[in-house]
């Protein structure tokens, strides 16, 4: 077996070149100390602060396995001294800190001392352990809300923690997987080329196969720690809850972020994590997911397919990023299977231009009645529809069934209203987070345990975005995503809140659906590929229009687009012949015109719209302005007229009919049987009108 030549801590995943003319590796690591980096020798902050804790029977041990509140409960309360050690600790540790802080401002050298602080605070979290270092990964992602100086050292958290010794690693390696290092590795680095606070990586060549691969090895002593972590912050959640008069179950949350760390520190389930998302997500373009090796892997050592690359954050890739956005909401709201964990340290860029999914430790998942109120909150926040929006946050168990739907209806206005003035594109995540804050506080808004990991998935992915973008909106970026699903997705649910949204006091809302159809327009397919710019090619646009309308997926909406395209031609031609009959008859100029009702003149003014719509004209905005409200001024016939008018001409449509071939064979075929169909509607409506007259 070849050792390969010490590579430097580098961010994960290096390239440090295979050599094979290094020294002979003597496989039996345990009784040969001879080979051992200074790495290996230095004994880590983790285990040289936190160390005692480590100390468990094989009983105990093996009872870590998962989350189990009442089990590490009652483990630790036999194990008062050690529990009272943990306390001192972390408040002498962060009391220190803070003592350090006070003394800065009070010696007016807080601006000289800044960066030593933030390096201080990173060395004290390392020594506390992973909990910590996870909480703290999450906070440096986002760079809105941490100054430059901490975000950068917080963020050496992600894979740059001080290495635990080589040796008890391949003497794990070895444990795990009961065959010596040589028989598993042909190649391997004698050093860690990332360490994280769960475990740490080397470079290694599979002996059988000769694939290059990443070993990642778990960090001793770490189910212990977390355990004992956990169970502190779990009994702190609920002192503060008491003490604030926090609405959320705060230990709920603590349940909720510990069982998924518990799960990430199983290994084996870590791979049938990636195994999963690679089948789900491993086939949308310019996505790569790493395969497992289970046979290599155990609970303690997992063996993956190595990639190459740099951190996204430390490129300037927007595109990539926009795919990592499309990707995480397909996930969420597509199989309900995401990533959890979706730090910079976790999203590479290959050399390639793909967009790499690292560690799978973290997963949650979101039940597809969530995905639909997630869905609907957004197409209700985006339309101003604040009542359905508060019967939302009912559905996502944010708010109780109690709650007082009008009262919140007016908060949620006020809370949102300016922010959504701005359009869909220009709304941010983390404002409206942090803009609802008070409100949720008045209403009695829970968080339940499943929404803030879904919330920090978001937060996260914001984050890094704005690293690149400070102007990037996650929303804005992602609404055409969601507009598509919403138009096209088979939920009862999801249609029948855009059967809602789409007629108002039955009342069909012809602008909500030109919205929702050029948001969806925004991206060429449902991937994530270079935005339409709107008006500089109607031939573009008109032929998606028309492929999405006669598709099996727009087939509900299809329905309603039928439905009003014949009640606008029944308005229509109710318009023309009181036309024709007040210019062949002048008896009819001396009394009014009441063959056209309101009803009609409304429909008139939806056909109009989506004649304009679908073909690819966008008239001006103060025409349509004036005959929305002409009514006031003008008589009906005057008004049908005036619609009649600005219609578009035989030559303006044309184009449309230059496209009809260029449509799927099977969008043809529907759209042969459309006249059949409108004639049908067309004929059921005149008769309908006719016994209303004749016998009402």
Known sequence: ?????????????????????????????????????????????????????????????????????????????????????????????????????????????????????????????????????????????????????????????????????????????????????????????????????????????????????????????????????????????????????????????????????????????????????????GSIKDVLVPKMYTEYSTSKVLVMEWVEGQKLAEVNDLYLVEVGVYCSFNQLLEYGFYHADPHPGNFLRTYDGQLAYLDFGMMGDFRPELRDGFMEACLHLVNRDFKSLAKDFVTLGLLPPTAEKGAVTKALTDVFQDAIARGVRNISFGDLSGDLGKTMYQFKFRIPPYFSLVIRSLAVLEGIAIGINPNYKVLGSTYPWIARKILTDSSPQLKSSLQSLLYEDGVFRIDRLESLVTESLRTETALVQKPVEGGTDSKIVMKQILAFTFTEQGSFVREILLREFAKGLDAFGLATLDSFTSVASPFYSSRPLNSLTEEDMTNLRTFYRLISLFSGMRGDEAQVKAISKSGEALTPLDEASLVMYQLPSAEEMLPILSILPELPQESQQRLLQLPGDLVGRLVSRAFARTIRRLFL
């Open 1 to 281: 077996m070849i050792l390969l030549p010490a590579p430097p801590i580098v961010p994960f995943p290096a390239n440090p070149t295979l050599l094979l003319s290094s020294p002979p590796y003597c496989p039996r690591r345990r009784d040969n100390s001879a080979v051992v980096s200074a790495a290996s020798r230095d004994v880590d902050s983790f285990t040289s602060k936190s160390g005692y804790l480590f100390n468990l029977s094989a009983v105990e041990a093996d009872s870590l396995s998962e989350y189990n509140f009442p089990r590490i409960d009652a483990m630790y309360k036999k194990k008062p001294l050690i529990l009272l050690r943990r306390l001192a600790q972390i408040g002498t540790t962060f009391g220190f800190w803070f003592g350090l802080r006070l003394a800065d401002e009070a010696l007016d050298r807080s601006e000289q001392m800044f960066k030593v602080r933030a390096a201080e605070l990173r060395k004290l979290l390392v020594e506390l352990g992973p909990a910590y270092v996870k909480i703290a990964q999450a906070v440096s992602s986002r760079p809105d809300l941490i100054p430059p100086i901490y975000l950068d050292e917080l963020s050496l958290l992600q894979d740059q923690i001080t290495p635990f010794s080589t040796e008890v690693a391949f003497n794990m390696i070895e444990d795990e997987l009961g065959l010596p290092i040589d028989e598993l590795f042909s190649e391997i680095s004698p050093e860690p080329v990332a360490a994280a606070s769960l475990g740490q990586v080397y470079q290694a060549r599979l002996r059988r196969s000769g694939k290059v691969v990443a070993v990642k090895v778990q960090r001793p002593g770490v189910r212990a720690a977390i355990a004992l972590d956990t169970l502190i912050l779990r009994y702190m959640a609920g002192l503060i809850k008491k003490a604030g008069r926090f609405n959320s179950d705060l230990q709920a949350v603590v349940d909720e972020w510990a069982t998924s760390l518990f799960k990430e520190m199983d290994y084996l389930k870590e791979a049938q994590n990636g195994i999963k998302f690679r089948k789900l997500y």
